[in-house]
């Protein structure tokens, strides 16, 4: 039996495999191999050790057994695996001559055998329990199955739960709880926050979902009476003029393009909300902007310059936050092989913590020097962003010198949105 043949022999549910002693200095210093499961598919992920990184590798047993083969006969010195009651150890010279050991292991008796190494994640929405609101959005079958062209979407949802579940403490307690999702789309999240919090929880949650798409409104409409969903309610409007609540305790925003999400940001604060949950999008504004002369040799490209604005824009958006008495986070929300657009801004306001008009009056300090920090990175970058001046009270003019009224709330085009 050849060296690949003797390798896929021992890949299965309980595999571990180190490959270790490097044979160069500018490569990977380890790899290590287990089993995982992807969407009901056996694979096996490669975790590759490279400075202070990791990268990560996925594959059939077929492709690891190969890649196994290869990374032994040419870049790593030793290789030990276990797996399928086989052990594997393989130490290579230099010049790639391979001294094979393997044998079969002998079950202790007594033991049982092991279990696979990738345990099921425990989802809050669990895969088997079907969901009224899953189901008639095809992310579910009748039976509770998740169909596999939405799988995607099911870990989303389910990773947004685990942001709720994070800030429950946050929220008010003994009181109707109000949640406004500004830009919601299909709803998959609104109809998602409302059942977890209200059917599974059993607290008294008022939720509303905005949206411009009059047709998209209705169908929400219809689901959440079908669902007897009493206090989830939909309706038609731009983020900007909306007045539909005087007071708020979290605010969803996710994938509001480009300044919607600002205006959305600056409602939440003047509602004094508790929890802001943003995912921003389309960060246009201060990619029209930047004009940064020590930066000009990286602008000039077009794409960086893009990525560049959208994650200096959101750290500028967190630090405006920070200012108005919350404690910011920025993490990642889903893969980036799902969507680029990945980045989440959670800001909690912690009881006592002070509101919009305490901290008008608060213009010396640390507050201050904050605030001034924040200033000047934004002149430093030639920027003059919507949520600066939102928060300031200063009229939003346009080009052609007109009060505006703010972007509307639209539903992102891309998969990440909905």
Known sequence: ??????????????????????????????????AVQMR?????QASIYQGTQVFHQNCD??????????????????????????????????????????????????????????????YILPEGTPVDFLVDLKVMTPQGKVTAARYDKYRQINRFLEFIRDVLPDLPSGRE??????????????????????????????????DLKADVIRECSRLAEKYGYEKLTFCVGDIASYQG????????????????????????????????L??????????????????GPVLKYGLLKERMAALLTDGLRAGRLECEGYAVQILEFIDM????????????????????????????GRLAEKKARLDSCERFLHGDLTLHRLLEGQEMVGLGGREETGPKAGTDEEEGKE
């Open 337 to 364: 092989e799902h969507t680029p657009k990945n980045i989440l801004i959670r800001a909690v306001k912690p009881a006592g913590r002070p509101g919009v008009a305490q901290v008008a009056e608060r213009k010396s």
């Open 245 to 276: 609540a005087s007071a708020v305790d979290m605010v969803m925003t996710l994938h509001a393009c480009d300044t919607a999400t600002d205006y959305a940001l600056e409602k939440a604060v003047r509602w004094g909300a508790r929890v802001i």
């Open 40 to 44: 009901g598919q056996e694979l096996f």
């Open 61 to 122: 047993a077929d492709c690891m057994a190969g890649l196994l083969q290869q990374w032994i006969t040419e870049d790593f010195g030793q290789l030990q695996l276990e797996g399928c009651g086989y052990s594997v150890h393989v130490l290579s010279s230099r010049k790639g001559k391979l001294t094979v050991k393997s044998r079969r292991k002998e079950k202790p008796e007594g033991k049982t055998a092991p279990a696979a190494h990738n345990r099921q994640k425990q």
């Open 1 to 34: 039996m050849d060296l690949r043949e003797e390798i896929k022999r021992a890949l299965g549910a309980d595999t571990a495999a180190v490959l270790s002693a490097p044979k160069r200095k500018d490569q990977a210093f380890r790899i290590k191999v287990r």
């Open 177 to 210: 709880i109000t949640v406004v999702d500004f830009g919601c789309g299909k709803s998959y999240l609104t109809f998602a926050v409302y059942y977890y919090l209200n059917r599974l929880l059993g607290l008294d949650v008022r939720m509303i979902g905005l």
């Open 278 to 295: 943003s995912v921003p999008c389309c960060q246009h504004e201060l990619n029209r902007q930047i004009a940064c002369e020590p930066l």
